[in-house]
């Protein structure tokens, strides 16, 4: 029977396994785009519809393969052009100007895809109010 490791060994081999543990679980959530901030932002309540929109992430993205769309609360989604890039983690987009804007629940629907391969979406929900 090979002799047991001295409490000094075993608490570095726990102390490098923990740390390996917490390189992969950041390397893991480095690897996904995430919403910073956003105009407008999650849950305002707009008088009307901005002329622009905008979503910052915290990495990286490849604008040429995301998207942002915008999505009424008939339902109805309007796939908005892109302007070009002013900032690599950066998505901007005019609003074109409809002929009426519907009070309601509206989102602003992204999908990226980070530098690193990993596609990421998800919806930013605000509100148009009545007037």
């Known amino acids: 029977m ?7 060994a075993r608490i570095g081999r726990r102390a490098l396994l ?17 919403v910073v ?3 407008p932002a999650a849950g305002a309540a707009l008088a009307a519809l901005p002329a622009q929109v905008s979503v910052r992430f915290n990495s990286r993205i490849d604008q040429a393969r995301s998207r942002l769309a ?19 983690a950066l998505l901007e987009a005019a609003i074109p100007t409809p002929a009426t804007t519907p009070a309601g629940a509206w ?3 992204w999908q990226v895809l980070a ?3 990993h596609i990421t979406r998800g919806d930013i929900p605000f509100t148009i109010e009545p007037r």
């Open 115 to 117: 530098v690193d391969g």
């Open 2 to 8: 090979p002799p047991l490791p001295s409490p000094l």
């Open 70 to 88: 915008l999505i009424g609360p008939d339902g109805e989604q309007v796939v908005l052009d892109l302007a070009p890039a002013t900032a690599p």
């Open 107 to 109: 989102r602003l629907r």
């Open 37 to 39: 901030a956003s105009d």
């Open 18 to 34: 923990g740390a390996v543990g917490a390189l992969a679980g950041l390397r893991q959530a480095a690897a996904h785009a995430v």
